[in-house]
C-alpha cells in the first residue's frame, strides 16, 4: 500500500512538473513572438518616417490604375 502511494505521488509529480515546463515554454514563446511584433511595428514606424522625411510619397497613378483594374 505503502509503495503504490509513493509511486503515484512520483508519478503526480512528474506530471506537474511536464505541465509546469510546457506552460513555461509556452509563455516564453508568446513572449518573444510579442518582442517580434513590437520590433516589427518599430522597424515599420521608423521606415514610415524615413520616407516621409525624405518627401516620398507613393506615386498616384499607380493607385489609380489598380482601381481602375478592378472596375
Request: proline residues 3%; without cysteine; glycine residues 6%.
Amino acid at each position: 500500500m505503502y509503495s503504490e502511494m509513493k509511486r503515484f505521488f512520483i508519478v503526480s509529480s512528474l506530471i506537474l512538473i511536464l505541465i509546469i515546463i510546457i506552460l513555461i515554454l509556452i509563455l516564453i514563446l508568446i513572449i518573444i513572438i510579442i518582442i517580434i511584433i513590437i520590433i516589427i511595428i518599430i522597424i515599420i514606424i521608423i521606415i514610415i518616417i524615413i520616407i516621409r522625411t525624405l518627401g516620398v510619397a507613393l506615386p498616384g497613378p499607380v493607385g489609380g490604375k489598380v482601381l481602375k483594374n478592378k472596375h
